[in-house]
């Protein structure tokens, strides 16, 4: 069997593989809780509906797709122009270092604590991202690598911060900072929920990055990098200024989405501020298709399959490796969907004209 | 306890004759792990706990955890969706879950909280830990007896007051029947990290430690020394079975009296928020069966120090103590308070490595 590009993806199909994958993810899903002895609909109910219930339920599902939102956006615009920022992860905990040590250092000064913290996060994880791009147009040190290994030496400069020059002086000596003054902190949207204007920012950036990327010249400039460095090149197009501009867009996003962190729901720095956002983000850029509003649905599924794995555990007594293969299968069909929608299969017996 | 649906209930159970016990709901607990259950380690034990719980308690109570909760933003959702749930009593059990335990605790006044190594609480969060640096103290003692070259391997997490307190236990321990002992430390920076564990034990059996043990989550540590043939002392669970030849005991955590207590003060109504702090007298600390390498004669002062330290005649932290760079910590004849065994941020003379 091979592949075959489809001349033109058919526009029905577009929109009908992503459907056709949840529906066979839910079969999967149905099959497996089957076989460890539940009752199918109930689980699939609380996989996918039940976290959503509530009010609560949504804001905590806006809570947990910022900051794969703002991850993943960076991430996606960087690939278009074949800069593969791998290390959001670092840029997410430089950003939220950087946001920290402004609150603190200012305490409860007054209103604008708040706009200088997260202008400081996004700072912090530019400049992380920054170093990438320094070290990729200056010594030409590919930034997949630079990016990924930045992002442990952030973690580590993190673990030390907390248990030294940032750590509270009344907390016993446990490695975590003092609490932030509420001025520099992101108030809830509503009372009893924990969602922050953060999402809002993070909405932002789906019609942001739709006109940068296809409606600008500078959007298209970077198309032009990551499809056809060649012409970009004769077309006098810098690859120069495509490398520094997407590492540190996708580093200022990603430090934002590690500052609303700390600034929202922690309120506070500790050692594990991320379970690996910077690297889902990786995921929903791609699952996205690399396409704005693609990368917003595909923000809202893992986020809803991080909830429904939840519930799963708590409601239905199910092992966290079950969620984890539903969630396997359900990105597995959809990329699955993806291929054929694109491609087509040709099945041929001779060996020698493949 | 009644709840109000037993007081609901009660005056119908009356009529329709009914025995009232039928219609009492069992009391729900919670555990809150921040790995997975595995078969060793931290969470592993809280685990046993859960299920001793369940065969101590039977019908009274019904049990649940979720396992492998971050320790960031995520650890509130779930602790929260868990008092949403019904859960009477939630045990939330790595220190990262503080906060958001206070947090969840302040909205849920009817439900009971009890957070473990923390030491924020209120009206309805307690909080619990155990003194692990108790039966470190007897390990290093027993190192010191089955040591050639009086050089220990420590791999060790992180350098919070928990760990720090080991490593000095251990090292009085063993110093105190071989004088001349250091200790050598490796950090890893992770609580569970089965590479970087097996490296560093292998690191310290290069550099000359024929007894490792270790303050980290995985059995990396007694399988590495099964292999290079030198002795091991396990932390968190019994690993005899990683170490048959080598391991030589383990630290272990003991939550199960604990757990069946505070249910039980639970379901009496004397529940109160209070920190508890356990250790050998109480059984929280122990350590597991020694190995066959271990002669009678070593076995019986191990069980003995034990012994004291759980009547209270030996104290691990008394006095003279004096830090890696000889400053008196603590003078001779006195022991050290719990306020500062709690905050330990130094290393005793015998420590070879830093914070």
Known sequence: MRLERRAAASAAMAVLAPVIAVMLAGLGAAALFAALGRDPLACLYTLFIAPLADGNGWSELGLKATPLLLCAMGIAVGVRANVWNIGAEGQFTMGAIAGAAVALGLGDAGWFVLPLVLVAGVAGGAAWGGVAAWLRTRCNAHEILVTLMLSYVAIQILGWLVRGPMQDPEGFNFPQSPMFAASAMLAPLFEGGRVTGALVLALLTVPAGAVLL???????????????????????????RAVWFCLLLSGGLAGLAGVCEVAGPIGQLMPSISPGYGFAGIIVAFLGRLRPV?????????????????????????PLAATGVIQGMLLLFLLAADVFTLFRPRFSRSHGDG | MLSRRTLMLAPAAGLIAVPAKAVTAALRVAFVYVSPVGDAGWTFQHELGRRALD?????????????????????????????????????????????????????????KFEHATGYKRSVNLATYSAR????????????????????????????????????????????????????????????????????AADTLIAGGADVVTHHTDST?????????????????????????????????????????????????????????????????????????????????????????????????FAGPLADQDGKIKVPAGQAMADKDIAEMKWFVDGVQGKI
Request: charged letters at 20%; one cysteine or more; aromatic letters at 10%.
């Open chain 2, 132 to 199: 692990f640096y108790e039966g470190r103290y007897a390990a290093g003692v027993l190192a010191g007896r089955m040591s050639k070259s009086g050089i220990f391997g420590y791999v060790a997490a992180f350098p919070i007051p928990e760990v720090l307190q080991g490593i000095n236990a251990f090292t009085l321990g063993a110093r105190s029947v071989n004088p001349k002992a250091t200790t050598k430390v490796v950090w890893t920076s992770s609580w569970f990290d089965p590479g970087k564990e097996r490296a």
């Open chain 2, 55 to 111: 065969a101590a308690m039977g019908a009274a109570v019904r049990t649940s955890f979720v396992e492998n909760v971050e320790e960031g933003a995520d650890a509130e959702r779930v602790i929260r969706k868990l008092a949403a749930d019904g859960n009477d009593l939630i045990f939330t059990t790595s220190f990262g879950y503080m906060n958001p335990t206070l947090k969840v605790a302040g909205s849920f006044p009817g439900k």
């Open chain 1, 214 to 240: 296809d409606r600008t010249v500078a959007g298209y400039r970077l198309r032009v990098v990551g499809l056809a460095p060649g012409a970009a090149r004769y077309a006098g197009f810098s690859e120069r």
């Open chain 1, 294 to 318: 693609g990368i917003l649905f595909a923000a809202v599924l893992m986020a809803l399959l991080y909830l429904g794995g939840e519930s799963l555990q708590i409601t239905q007594q199910l």
């Open chain 2, 220 to 316: 990396a540590v007694a399988q590495a020394a099964e292999e290079k043939g030198v002795f091991s002392i396990a932390y968190n669970s019994d690993q005899s079975k990683y170490g048959p030849k080598t391991c030589l005991s383990a630290i272990t955590h003991d939550w199960s009296a604990y757990y069946i207590r505070r249910v039980k003060a639970v379901l009496d109504g004397s529940w109160k928020s209070i920190d508890t702090w356990g250790g050998v007298k109480e059984g929280m600390t122990k350590l597991a069966p020694f190995n066959a390498a271990v002669p009678e004669a070593v076995r019986k002062e191990v069980a003995g120090v034990m012994a004291a330290i759980g009547a209270g005649t030996r104290k691990p």
